[in-house]
């Protein structure tokens, strides 16, 4: 059983950065692949970026990529995105989830564990 809770949401003016981090707790965290999905208000929760297990090998959606770096730390148990030249359109509650299968995959049914998710506001 995986655990997760994120932080580091908030309000940001366009053009801002955030650091969201997602601390997971219980057993094996570095054997499982972690990603981040977000969802708008009236939208489909989509995916924003996902990491391997020893952070070798990271993914993105067309929407984030060069402005969006996700990372994790396995000794302190945590996940990371950095958020750049933040946008209107990145609004949303961005949401930490856990794979245990090897192979990172975009599509959110296939992760096991979730957080509660946090708010992230840009003003244009």
């Known amino acids: 059983q995986v655990q997760l809770v994120e932080s580091g949401g908030g309000l940001v003016q366009a053009g801002g950065s955030l650091r969201l981090s997602c601390a997971a707790s219980g057993r094996s965290f570095s054997r499982h692949v972690m990603a981040w999905f977000r969802q708008a208000p009236g939208k489909e929760r989509e995916f924003v970026a996902a990491?391997?297990?020893?952070?070798?090998?990271?993914y993105y959606a067309d929407s984030v990529k060069g402005r969006f770096t996700i990372s994790r730390d396995n000794a302190k148990n945590t996940v990371y995105v950095q958020m750049n030249s933040l946008k209107p359109e990145d609004t949303a509650v961005y949401y930490c989830a856990a794979r245990t299968n090897p192979y990172a995959s975009s599509r959110d049914n296939e992760y096991d564990y979730w957080g509660h998710g946090t708010q992230v506001t840009v003003s244009s």
């Open positions: 990491i391997s297990w020893s952070g070798g090998r990271t």
